[in-house]
């Protein structure tokens, strides 16, 4: 968790049309950390740390 938690801010983003959007954002990361997006066809998805009080450790990044 104490790696998760240097993320302050962050924010998930998706490719339509050749643009990206944002989906969701939020402050902090930690152990299951869940965000619920509204439904999206996309063969893209880009998340973005946005602030961190140190390197970031990202061990799973998972979109269903």
Request: aromatic residues 8%.
């Amino acid at each position: 968790i104490t790696s998760g938690e240097r993320i302050r801010r962050y924010l998930v983003e998706v490719k339509v049309d050749g643009q990206w959007k944002e989906v969701a954002h939020g402050e902090s990361v930690g152990y299951q950390r869940l965000e619920t997006i509204p439904t999206i066809r996309t063969r893209e998805v880009r998340l973005t740390i946005t602030e961190a009080t140190g390197l970031p450790v990202i061990s799973d990044f998972s979109i269903f």
